[in-house]
């Protein structure tokens, strides 16, 4: 599966963004999808996970109360709303599938090429 993240941006602490995911190349709804970020000079780090159905979601805690991950199977993509934003949020952030449930960047074989985020204080 093809993945391809937009809609990073600049945006002052307390604000929003909404980013998404589109899907190609295989059938989107057998895969558990995922957010992943990488701030600079850290690892990459679990944001959220949905999935196939969108039934269940886990989410860091860090994100927790804040960000909303959700699909659209029909459409092929996976989205993440981030409200009230902070500047330890700025980073690439990364969509990611796999076949299981994991806060592990290894766990997720297929990747999007990233999208900025940043925010200011």
């Known amino acids: 599966v093809q993945l391809q993240a937009s809609g990073g941006g600049l945006v002052q602490a307390g604000g929003s963004l909404s980013l998404s995911c589109a899907a190609s190349g295989r059938t989107f709804s057998n895969y558990i999808m995922a957010w992943l970020r990488q701030a600079p000079g850290k690892e990459r780090e679990f944001v959220a996970t949905i999935t196939q159905s969108g039934g269940t979601t886990y989410y860091a805690d860090s994100v927790k109360g804040r960000f909303t991950i959700s699909r659209d199977n029909a459409k092929s993509t996976l989205y993440l709303q981030m409200n009230s934003l902070k500047p330890e949020d700025t980073a690439v952030y990364f969509c990611?599938?796999?076949?299981?449930?994991?806060?592990?960047?290894?766990?997720?074989?297929?990747w999007g090429q990233g999208t900025q985020v940043t925010v200011s204080s």
């Open positions: 990611a599938a796999g076949r299981t449930t994991t806060f592990r960047s290894s766990g997720y074989p297929y």
